[in-house]
């Protein structure tokens, strides 16, 4: 497996297995999914096997508590304290196999890397239980009702020392 960051000749791939993956009322179209790729580069990975694309993840600086509409793109980044994990996918084929893990585990070492306080994240369709085995707790700020059934979690970033 490759980990690699994420370049515009990915985005029809992460697109189609974002389409793949997640029910149809939680994907975005391409300008809105690649926007977060424009806005925050540094923190955005796809994992490959093979030269092809089997994971994904999208994370961008933002206000604690402020979460990207799905129809809405994404255009500055504006804060220096929280990075928001916005997606991660990995194909249904690689599950299981450390993936996901990976693609955490970079966003997580780039936040620690540009001096983030904490990664939030919004947990759907009933993730919560695997974002908690990871370190991320709940919290009570409400959710868009437009991403369903779920939860606004948060992981504070200890630097390594």
């Known amino acids: 497996m490759l980990l690699k960051p994420i370049t515009p000749d990915l985005y029809s791939d992460i697109v189609n297995l974002q389409n793949k993956v997640h029910p149809a009322y939680l994907c975005e179209s391409t300008v809105v999914l690649t926007s977060k790729v424009y806005v925050s580069p540094s923190t955005c990975f796809s994992m490959h096997e093979e030269g092809v694309l089997i994971g994904y993840i999208l994370s961008i600086p933002l206000i604690f508590g402020e979460i990207p509409g799905l129809t809405e793109s994404v255009d500055q ?3 220096n304290n ?3 994990l916005h997606d991660c996918v990995v194909s249904p084929y690689h599950r299981k ?3 996901a893990s990976a693609l955490i585990n970079a966003v997580e070492s780039e936040a620690i890397r540009q001096n983030f ?3 939030s994240l919004v947990a759907v369709e009933g993730m919560e239980i695997f974002w908690t085995h990871r370190g991320w707790h709940a919290t ?3 959710v868009p009702q437009e991403y369903g059934n779920s939860v606004l979690m948060v992981k504070k970033i200890t630097p390594i020392t």
Do not use: D
């Open 140 to 142: 009570s700020f409400p």
């Open 82 to 84: 929280n990075l928001h």
């Open 117 to 119: 306080k904490q990664i």
């Open 97 to 99: 196999s450390g993936v």
């Open 77 to 79: 980044s504006n804060e």
